[in-house]
T-cell receptor
Framework: GAVVSQHPSWVICKSGTSVKIECRSL??????MFWYRQFPKQSLMLMAT?????????EQGVEKDKFLINHASLTLSTLTVTSAHPEDSSFYIC???????????FGPGTRLTVT | AQSVAQPEDQVNVAEGNPLTVKCTYS??????LFWYVQYPNRGLQFLLK??????LVKGSYGFEAEFNKSQTSFHLKKPSALVSDSALYFC???????????FGAGTILRVKS
């Protein structure tokens, strides 16, 4: 089946620094990828839709300048958390629509801790 | 707007017993419904989907779900639970006109031996 990878799987950074998270579709091309945020024991919240070759579409309330998304190729989308603060600590998950009908394939997630 | 509700925060079941994790939906148009499972510190794994056709959908790991239009429900079931089924389960519905998924709050399933 379709595989989506994320890197890194976990990262600790200091407040004020920026962190980049990569999302790759390993055996298929994805013109669209989705970025979610998940707090402990809570559901996934869609942050933005990443579109290959064009600007990302952000959900209401998500700061575009803080969460920079780049979808430079058909297999790679990146999420950069700029000027990270402790409240940005969370589990970030990406997904991509698969070749089959309607389902999405999810990456393993990235645990971000900002100290 | 499309939405799903998972009324139970947690479901406890003994190993070997049948399990049900509940989900109800609210959609305009045809519902495209999904179940995903998440193990600790992992991404989501696809279990099954309902798009059209038979109301009983069979999925991965012995799970199945029954689509009930009159009750607007899509409950996840398994005839005999395993301890390894313990995880967080999400019901989701596809947003109209796009590929976005709207997730329920999630239900923790605990299977005890």
């Amino acid at each position: 089946g379709a595989v989506v990878s994320q890197h890194p799987s976990w990262v600790i950074c200091k407040s004020g620094t920026s962190v980049k998270i990569e999302c790759r579709s390993l055996d298929f091309q994805a013109t669209t990828m989705f970025w979610y945020r998940q707090f402990p024991k809570q559901s996934l919240m869609l942050m933005a839709t990443s579109n290959e070759g064009s600007k990302a579409t952000y959900e209401q309330g998500v700061e575009k300048d803080k969460f920079l998304i780049n979808h430079a190729s058909l297999t790679l989308s990146t999420l950069t958390v700029t000027s990270a603060h402790p409240e940005d600590s969370s589990f970030y998950i990406c997904s991509a629509p698969g070749l089959g009908l309607y389902e999405q394939y999810f990456g393993p997630g990235t645990r971000l801790t900002v100290t | 707007a499309q939405s799903v509700a998972q009324p139970e925060d947690q479901v406890n079941v003994a190993e070997g017993n049948p399990l049900t994790v509940k989900c109800t939906y609210s959609v305009s148009g045809n519902p495209y419904l999904f179940w995903y499972v998440q193990y600790p510190n992992r991404g989501l794994q696809f279990l099954l989907k309902y798009i059209t056709g038979d109301n009983l959908v069979k999925g991965s790991y012995g799970f199945e779900a029954e689509f009930n239009k009159s009750q607007t429900s899509f409950h996840l079931k398994k005839p005999s639970a395993l301890v390894s089924d313990s995880a967080l389960y999400f019901c989701a519905v596809r947003d109209n006109g796009g590929n976005k998924l709207v997730f329920g709050a999630g239900t923790i399933l605990r299977v005890k031996s």
